[in-house]
């Protein structure tokens, strides 16, 4: 039930005792997250977040989520950032969920807005708001849009039960609109960043109402928080990782490339690139987080990963039990010769693809390890978020940088604001 780690193709690169050379850093690393010492400790509440997540809190969205589903047809979620990424990643990782779940507020696109609005309109809707502020702008307008369909649709006493706010305890101006309006509310925690929030309201809430099995994610975090909260590099795997990226980075590896082949870990990925760019970019540091989905990126980007500038590492996930078998057929005549595989199932040629890529990207330049899960299951898609949250922020205090904060984020909206004339 846990997480497989491969290094075999770091020979040469990074070895183990070139971790153990940098254990005083990652011990202080360590201590400096678990005491709360280290630049942005303030904001770690995520790091025991699932063991403190009680059990009847989880039973009370599993319930919310059947009440909302008995009058509804679809939801949307509406938010950007962590309060989408997340949401997303799970329901296409899970690709089970008991009704649709439909995105607005995380671009301005004028066409895909107007699609959504367009294909929901006949539909009985629910919609989760989610922003800390409620004054994010893709959000905020997003909602302002929404909720108009929605008063046009329905009594101002329906809206209370078919609208659902995630914000801020106390202030801004979604708590404000909720506590008008009388719709539902769950608080998003003042510790917890954005893009550490998937196990907060801000994406249990959207899951349990799509019916996303809500308690194997927490369980399989709760999984992740005993394992790779111990300072012990022999065993921690979340501390190995953010060890040899930071010491592939001082060779010169200043780019990550995080690959799959499984195409339903495409937005894990996504959500993966805003936890380490958001995280780790600052003052002037940082590595590039870029993804891959094989093997169609084999026929884009595979000669550049072959044979392109070696300032590249990549870090597979690879998936041991898939949850359904496609067994290749035989053919008569055989012209594409392939009668070498018939019998056996598809997910074999997909294995031989990934080892054969692993190796011929290591042979020509490139160190790549892999995290193995055992089942595409909810369980342990939360361990590997837990994983990930953990290890980045190893890795930012290795790069001297405080990873819970995103001042660089706040330079486009100060112009943008000043663009349109807002304060």
Known sequence: MSIIFNREHLKGFIEQKDINKISSRIEKAHNDLEQGTGSGGEITGWKDLPSRIENNFIDELVKLGEEVRSYSDCVISIGIGGSYLG???????????????????????????????????????????????????????????????????????????????????EKGALRHIADTNGYRSFVIPDDVGGRFSILTPVGLVPLAIAGVDIKSLVDGARKGEEEYSKFDLENNIAYQYAATRYLLSKKGKHIEVTASFYDNLYYVLEWWKQLYGESEAKDGKGIFPASLIMSTDLHS??????????????????????????????????????????????????????????????????????????QADAFHLGQLYYFYERAVAISGYLLGVNPFNQPGVEAYKKKMFALLGKK
């Not at 056996?344 to 995290?371: I, W």
């Open 301 to 374: 980007m595979g000669q550049l990963m072959q044979e392109g500038a070696r300032n590249v590492f990549e870090t597979f996930i690879d998936i041991e039990r898939p949850n359904h078998s496609i067994l290749v057929p035989k053919d008569d005549e055989d012209l594409d010769e392939f009668n070498i595989v018939a019998g056996k199932d598809l997910d074999y040629v997909n294995t031989q693809a990934y080892k054969a890529t692993a190796s011929a990207h290591f042979e020509g330049g490139v160190p790549n390890m892999t995290l193995t899960l055992c």
């Open 87 to 169: 949401i997303r990643s799970s329901v296409e990782f899970l690709r089970e969920y008991k009704i649709p779940i439909h995105y607005a507020g995380n671009n301005m696109s004028v066409d895909y807005l107007h699609h959504l609005l367009e294909s929901v309109k006949d539909k009985s809707v629910s919609v989760v708001v989610i922003s800390k502020s409620g004054a994010t702008t893709e959000p905020a307008i997003a909602f302002r849009i929404v909720k108009q369909m929605l008063k046009e649709k329905y009594s101002e006493e329906e809206l209370k039960k078919r609208i659902i706010c995630v914000t801020d305890g």
